[in-house]
């Protein structure tokens, strides 16, 4: 069964929670413009601001809100549900406060979060990189699951997105969410004639003006290709896409980033310090990156995408009079 918000959207995206890139205007904008915008809570260093995110967030759709009568799209908030965070609770607490729409959970599914988010009406769609994961996250009753295929930013996975949209609709038939170099409105044309319900957009909206990267970081992405794109677990420990030139500037050789082990980036209070030193200096993206070339604003994005999603609907139609 797919979300009832889908139907409601101006285009069938959710821009992705981006660790020290995506913020509140992303968000605003996003949701402004008829898709779902999100972030991570941990771009806030403490719970107390992450609440006041979500109170401008919420506080700024409700105005755009009355005064254009135009109903936003939901914004959604990711939380990280692993042992080595320390704040998943008082989080999720202030999520259940202000009846967060959408909550996404990475590293974890876990049923007692599930069934929190849904005691006030929210909905849990979870990360997952392969069917054991998918398997895990259906028995706790999420509610959508992102597979996050091969040459995506961040924490990807390595399989094929058309193998794995087949494998996990084979056990869950909830929303499906596809992650993994969509770049253009072709690509998101492309998610859903594969059987995805939604399109998960992430190294795309790194480059508009309202995201939180630097300047140089956007650049590099401009100026990046498919192979620039390098997977590796040294970073975080965990495998995850970073962009070659930023992993070179660090002094991170070839021979590092394939070795397994991770980088010591220094001791620090709590591992949530010591992961945001490491991504603040080595720049994540997808491999996606081949397809971007300019910095746009949120609108003008999401404008350009609804554009090329409906001229590429239009040429699926006039293939139909070929082979129907």
């Known amino acids: 069964m797919k979300a009832n918000f889908i139907n409601n959207l101006e285009l069938p995206v959710i821009a992705a929670p981006m660790f020290l890139i995506s913020g509140p205007k992303l968000v605003i904008e996003c949701c402004k413009n008829g898709i779902v915008g999100t972030f991570p809570s941990l771009n806030q260093r403490t719970s107390e601001g992450f609440e006041e995110w979500i109170i401008e967030i919420k506080e700024a759709l409700s105005v755009f ?69 998918a398997e895990k996250a259906s028995e706790a009753g999420v509610d959508g699951l992102i597979l996050v295929a091969a040459g995506a930013g961040g924490h990807a996975g390595i399989t094929n997105p058309m193998s794995l949209i087949t494998e996990v609709k ?41 995201s939180l990267a630097d300047d140089e970081y956007k650049q590099m992405i401009i100026n990046s290709s498919a192979s620039d794109i390098i997977y590796t677990a040294a970073v975080s420990g965990v495998n995850a896409n970073f962009l070659r030139p930023s992993l070179e500037s ?3 050789t070839e021979e590092l980033w394939s070795n397994s082990k991770k980088i010591d980036f220094g001791n620090e209070l709590n591992p949530q310090e010591q992961e945001a030193k490491a991504w603040k200096t080595i720049w994540s993206a997808g491999q996606g990156v081949t397809a971007i070339n300019d910095i746009l604003s949120t609108s003008d994005l999401i404008k350009k995408l609804a554009k090329e999603f409906i001229e590429s609907i239009e040429r699926q139609q006039d293939l139909l009079k070929v082979y129907k």
């Not at 072709?186 to 957009?201: E, K, V």
Request: hydrophobic share 40%.
């Open 65 to 133: 809100e009355s005064k254009t009568g135009i109903k936003p799209a939901p914004f959604g908030v990711n939380l990280i549900v692993h042992p080595t965070n320390i704040r998943v609770k008082a989080d999720l607490d202030i999520c259940v406060k202000h009846k967060v729409p959408i909550v996404i959970t990475s590293l974890g599914a876990v049923s007692q979060i599930v069934d929190t988010v849904h005691s006030y009406g929210g909905l849990v769609f979870h990360d997952i990189i392969k069917k054991r994961h």
């Open 170 to 210: 084979k056990i869950f038939n909830k929303t499906i969410l596809l992650s993994g170099c969509i770049s253009n409105g072709n690509d998101i044309a492309s998610a859903l004639q594969m059987g995805a319900d939604l399109a998960y957009m992430g190294t795309r909206f790194i480059n508009v003006e309202e």
């Open 250 to 252: 660090m002094g991170i």
